[in-house]
């Protein structure tokens, strides 16, 4: 179960009234590169807006961005980015702040969320304006790719958006869509759901290749033995997996991912912490 940055113990199996106001109503403050943030959360009414939430890989992935960027200063440097899935947009507005020029994507419902925390935190002008910090709808397998107008990204990233087994494709093929050959991939995610982290293991080298970021390449009080955190280079398929013809087949099982739930599976009981009985790959 992820939580709030180690206010509440990683281990915590049921939550009291006070520890659920603080889980997903309290502000989050964070410091990246000097600049002091408060980063706002929203209710969680149901499945489309678990973005509204703070979700640990998302801090582990910023501090992990800033850490990196002191030992290769601006590496992300006027490079263009695109996060997936951004939530309240921690990890996105920590590449703003490190100079790169980000897009922040989600779904509609969350957009509200991540607007206000940009907005709060003077985010835009301290980097320079709108044109590098933006905000765009993207419902993975739903929304056009043509709405990105073709372009590609030097960097991708993604925070905690390994939570339900029918949209990891859909997410795969998505981040797939948006890199070209030259495109690094952040992922950082923790197993929130046996049945999809499984799925995440099973499909992602269809699309991308990766590498696992050692433990002390991360911030050494932003991590924690449950969260990976992977580098992921494009694979070239034959097909664009996310053109017209597939698309309203891939937008029928998001819409279903979020409105039906799924049968009990025996096969999926238990919790699991960590990737490593799923992934071989070396570490970087």
Request: glycine share 6%.
């Amino acid at each position: 179960m992820a939580t709030t940055w180690k206010r509440i113990p990683f281990d915590a199996v049921e939550l009291t009234t006070e520890e659920e106001k603080e889980r997903y109503e309290q502000s989050l403050p964070i410091e990246i590169e000097g600049n002091r943030l408060t980063i706002q959360q929203d209710e969680v009414k149901g499945p489309k807006s678990v973005g509204n939430a703070i979700w640990d890989s998302s801090l582990v992935l910023a501090k992990y961005l800033e850490k990196k960027n002191r030992s290769e200063p601006n590496f992300l440097r006027d490079k263009t980015l695109v996060e997936l899935g951004s939530g309240c947009g921690i990890s996105g507005i920590a590449a703003c702040l490190l100079g790169a020029i980000v897009t922040l994507t989600d779904m509609q419902e969350i957009l509200n969320i991540l607007e206000k925390n940009i907005v709060s935190n003077g985010i835009r002008e301290k980097v320079g304006g709108h044109d590098r910090c933006k905000v765009k709808e993207l419902t993975w397998g739903e929304t056009p790719i043509e709405n990105f107008g073709g372009e590609t990204f030097d960097f991708i990233l993604g925070a905690d958006v390994i939570y339900h087994k029918r949209a990891v494709i859909p997410f795969l093929q998505s981040a797939h869509s948006l890199s070209n050959s030259n495109t690094i991939f952040y992922l950082a995610f923790e197993s929130h759901d046996l049945d999809a982290t499984k799925a995440f293991w099973k499909n992602v080298e269809d699309y991308f290749s990766y590498k696992r970021i050692k433990a002390d390449q991360l911030d050494s009080f932003y991590s924690h033995e449950n969260i990976t955190v992977l580098h992921l280079t494009r694979k070239e398929l034959e097909v664009n997996p996310l053109n017209k013809n597939n698309q309203s087949e891939l937008a029928t099982i998001l819409r279903n991912t979020m409105r039906q739930p799924e049968a009990d599976d025996d096969s999926s009981e238990g919790d699991y912490c960590g990737s490593s009985d799923f992934s071989s790959d070396e570490d970087i």
